[in-house]
C-alpha cells in the first residue's frame, strides 16, 4: 500500500506564496517513481501542473513557469512545490500524484487526498 501525504495549503493574497509539501510511504513505493501535482479548480477538470523524476529532471505546465518551483527529497520520498506570485486563477485543490513519466506525461498511479489553495484578489 503507498501513501502520499500532503501539506501546505491555504488561504494567501495575490502576490503572495505558499508552500506545499507531499511525502510518500508504502513498501511498494518505488524511488524511482516521478512525482508532481495536479490541480482542480470549481467546475473544472483535473490538470497537469508539475512533475519531477528521480533524476530531477523537471515539466511544468506553461501558466506556472517562472512562478512555480518544484523540488525532491529522494532519501525521504518528498517532494515540494514552492509558488510565488499566486494569482486567483491558481484557487483549486491541489493533489500530489506520483508513478511513471509517460514522454513528458505523470501517469498518476498513486494520489495523495488533495489540499486547497485559495488566492484571494
Known amino acids: 500500500q503507498v501513501q502520499l501525504v500532503e501539506s501546505g495549503g491555504g488561504l494567501v493574497q495575490a502576490g503572495g506564496s505558499l508552500r506545499l509539501s507531499c511525502a510518500a510511504s508504502?513498501?511498494?513505493?518505488?524511488?524511482?517513481?516521478?512525482m508532481g501535482w495536479f490541480r482542480q479548480a470549481p467546475g473544472k477538470e483535473r490538470e497537469f501542473v508539475v512533475a519531477i523524476r528521480w533524476s530531477g529532471h523537471t515539466y511544468y505546465t506553461d501558466s506556472v513557469k517562472g512562478r512555480f518551483t518544484i523540488s525532491r527529497d529522494n532519501a525521504k520520498n518528498t517532494v515540494f512545490l514552492q509558488m510565488n506570485s499566486l494569482k486567483p486563477e491558481d484557487t483549486a485543490v491541489y493533489f500530489c500524484?506520483?508513478?511513471?513519466?509517460?514522454?513528458?506525461?505523470?501517469?498518476?498511479?498513486?494520489w495523495g487526498q488533495g489540499t486547497q489553495v485559495t488566492v484571494s484578489s
Open positions: 508504502g513498501r511498494a513505493f518505488s524511488s524511482t517513481n516521478a
Open positions: 500524484a506520483a508513478g511513471p513519466m509517460v514522454v513528458t506525461h505523470l501517469r498518476g498511479d498513486y
